[in-house]
């Protein structure tokens, strides 16, 4: 190896071709890694529900069910 050479000799190396284009198909040299490609993200919020929707929701059923019980019992 020649300290000088940055390009490599396209007949000398397998997978380029004449003017160091790399052919369809093949894995160009020194390749990298896609998952250092995007953003940096510090936070990264909680998954699943918090308190507040949830209780919403458990008292709009819980009003329809208290509805619907009084309505049949009235029957």
Request: proline share 16%; aromatic share 6%.
């Amino acid at each position: 190896m020649t300290p000088g050479q940055a390009d490599p000799d396209p007949d000398r190396t397998p997978g380029l071709e004449r003017g160091g284009t790399v052919p369809p198909g093949e894995t160009p040299p020194a390749e990298g890694s896609t998952p250092d490609a995007g953003p940096d993200e510090k936070h990264n919020p909680v998954k699943g529900w918090s308190k507040a929707p949830v209780i919403v929701i458990g008292v709009i059923v819980a009003c329809f069910v208290v509805y619907f019980l009084a309505w049949i019992l009235e029957l």
